[in-house]
């Protein structure tokens, strides 16, 4: 069972930056996902376990960018040019790799789930 630990969320105005960290030590192709208050869960990025190949949702594409320090076991999310429709609680998964090359898009597709981390960005 791993468990992952998430940090780094807090509150920003419109325009700024935050950087959100998952700690998950194995081998393991992760996910940031998001949920906005009375919206369902959606996907934000995803990487695979080799850090090679990644893919973010075209809301958030060029202004998020999903990474990982194998050395740390820790994935981070950039995120850069926040909006308030950004504001969510965001959620770090992540599954067992057996291909190194590949990501998750579906929120189905993970096994482990941390515990929430919220974003809130102020116009």
């Known amino acids: 069972q791993v468990q992952l630990v998430e940090s780094g969320g807090g509150s920003v105005q419109a325009g700024g930056s935050l950087r959100l960290s998952c700690t998950a030590s194995g081998r393991y192709a992760m996910g940031w996902f998001r949920q906005a208050p009375g919206k369902e869960r959606e996907f934000v990025a995803a990487l695979s376990w080799s850090g090679r190949r990644a893919y973010s949702a075209d809301t958030v594409k060029g202004r998020f960018t999903i990474s990982r320090e194998t050395a740390d076991n820790v994935v981070y999310l950039q995120m850069n040019s926040l909006k308030p429709e950004d504001t969510a609680v965001y959620y770090c998964?992540?599954?067992?790799?057996?291909?190194?090359?590949?990501?998750?898009?579906?929120?189905?597709?993970?096994?482990?789930w941390g515990q929430g981390t919220t974003v809130t960005v102020s116009s």
């Open positions: 998964a992540a599954r067992t790799a057996r291909e190194t090359e590949t990501f998750y898009l579906n929120d189905s597709a993970y096994t482990y």
